[in-house]
């Protein structure tokens, strides 16, 4: 037994009073340091909230704060939406007042961007972790300088969500990676936080893409985010159109996330965030192994709310109380491809090598 002497004497008595705690309990009630790195902030725990709808909202995000969450990426300022928003007021303001088109331009550009940017200056004041802004391109266009008003907003960090789905025949794979190249300097130029680029998993070689862009520019990018999650089209036979598949992502979307940041972690000297698939603590401790430094959840959150984090986290530590480990650090990368007692694992591609005996 280990005994703890109580500093308050009773003076009715000889002698201090003293109690006992059992060496487990001792042990059990050590904490645990889920504390890690990513894009250079340090956080208490690997758990961020990625962009989505329901981060576009004070009161929400601080609710997920409040559950234990180490990072909050806000919800993305979309190009695609900006650009269609600006043409609707195009189409339906007539004038001959050529200077009326620039103004009306800036102001639907300016209100946009306003509303991130109070969403992000409201948010620091709430919340004591860190706020990532988010920005969705679609081109390299000029609008990326609103890069730099975010990071005068406050945010901690920005991520660079670039959605390439590589459809066009008549479109070389070179001419669309570029885009990465060409968003990233200009964003790069223009800050001097920490830069996370949210990407495609569609290249024909994607780990010399990332290899490239991890030092394609003079202030690199601190950080990959793997991978965008695309709209996913379906088709109703009854209605004979064309519908909207599951919005949600599932357990088992894990996968294409945990192969790449395995094979890459080791390889590329920059942090790495899992996205896509991460519902509970089971995922989290998955992509901690492959390498990743932090892991983003959304879908999880809408379909089980803001609890769902705290749950996670109370699973990650007795998962590391079950095998001893004090820390975060303790283990990840224990799996990813340079560690693992069978890399080649992560390279299987054909089902016949693993299945070998299926007739």
Same mark, same amino acid.
């Given at each position: ?16 009073? *003293?109690?006992?705690? =059992?060496? @487990?309990? +001792? ?6 340091? !889920?504390?890690?790195?990513? %894009? ?98 679609v081109s390299g266009s000029e609008w990326v300088s609103f890069a730099e008003s ?12 670039? *959605?390439?789905?590589? =459809?066009? @025949?008549? +479109? ?6 570029? !885009?990465?190249?060409?968003? %990233? ?156 007692d069978n890399p080649a694992a992560y390279e299987r591609i054909q089902f016949m ?7």
């Amino acid at each position: 037994m280990l005994f703890v002497t109580n500093p308050l004497y009773d003076l009715h008595e000889a002698g201090p009073k *003293s109690s006992y705690i =059992s060496e @487990p309990e +001792v042990e059990k009630n050590t904490m645990k340091d !889920l504390s890690t790195t990513y %894009l250079g902030l340090r956080l208490k725990n690997p758990i961020v909230v990625g962009s989505c709808g329901l981060t576009n909202s004070v009161e929400k995000i601080k609710e997920f704060a409040d559950n234990g969450a180490a990072a909050i990426v806000l919800k993305s300022l979309f190009e695609e939406q900006i650009e269609a928003e600006l043409n609707a007021n195009m189409d339906s303001y007539h004038t001959d007042y050529p200077d009326a088109f620039d103004y009306i331009k800036e102001y639907t550009r300016g209100s946009a961007l306003d509303d991130h940017l109070n969403l992000i200056r409201e948010t620091k004041k709430s919340v004591d972790i860190p706020i990532i802004g988010s920005i969705n391109c679609v081109s390299g266009s000029e609008w990326v300088s609103f890069a730099e008003s975010i990071q005068k907003a406050g945010a901690d960090a920005l991520e660079i969500n670039v *959605s390439l789905l590589p =459809s066009n @025949p008549d +479109v070389k794979s070179e001419h669309n990676e570029k !885009l990465y190249f060409e968003i %990233l300097e200009k964003v790069c130029a223009k800050v001097s936080i920490p830069v996370a680029l949210k990407m495609s998993r569609y290249s024909a070689g994607l780990a010399n893409l990332v290899t490239r862009l991890s030092w394609s520019t003079e202030n690199s990018v601190a950080g990959f985010v793997l991978f965008n999650r695309y709209y996913r089209p379906d088709i109703n036979i009854d209605k004979v159109e064309i519908t909207t598949a599951d919005i949600y992502s599932t357990p088992t979307e894990i996968t294409e996330s945990l192969r790449w940041i395995a094979l890459l972690s080791g390889k590329v000297e920059k942090d790495f965030a899992a996205s896509t698939g991460v519902h509970d603590s089971e995922g989290v401790i998955k992509q901690l192994l492959a390498g990743a430094n932090a892991v983003q959840i959304v879908s999880t959150l809408y379909k089980n709310g803001a609890g769902q984090i705290q749950s996670i986290l109370t699973g990650l530590e007795e998962w590391m109380e079950n095998k001893s480990y004090d820390s975060v650090d303790a283990f990840r990368g224990k799996l990813a491809y340079d560690n693992a007692d069978n890399p080649a694992a992560y390279e299987r591609i054909q089902f016949m090598k693993q299945f070998a005996g299926i007739s």
